[in-house]
């Protein structure tokens, strides 16, 4: 038992690189696949919560107004049931920040807040 807990919990250790790679190549659907239902999301002039179908339009127009150039991880941390990140977001209109919060909820990894800021 002791074994199995211990295995769960190093799995959560890291963020998804789906997610990662999503945000690199600015993929909305495969993003939004690791939405929770409503999400808390800070895109250009959106700032509210949102449900995951809600959520992937802005950051489909987002994507098609940004396209990303480069994407790193810069800080990443947590326990057991929620991780965070930020991270560098270089797109053709300027740099970014990153920030997402993922909790697990049913075996699965969620985010649930979403930042993408304007950086300088």
Not at 78 to 104: M, N, P
């Amino acid at each position: 038992m002791f074994g199995f807990f211990a295995l769960a919990t190093a799995s959560f250790a890291q963020i998804p690189n789906e997610i990662v790679t999503s945000i690199l190549s600015g993929n909305d659907v495969t993003l939004a696949a690791y939405f929770n239902e409503n999400v808390e999301l800070v895109v250009e002039s959106h700032d509210d919560v949102y449900s995951k179908s809600q959520a992937q339009q802005i950051v489909a127009e987002f994507f098609k107004s940004n396209k990303p150039k480069q994407f790193s991880i810069i800080h990443q941390g947590g326990k057991e049931d929620a991780r965070y990140a930020i991270g560098s977001l270089t797109t053709a209109t300027g740099a970014f920040r990153v920030y997402f919060l993922l909790r697990i909820k049913n075996n699965s990894t969620l985010i649930h807040q979403l930042k993408i800021e304007k950086q300088g």
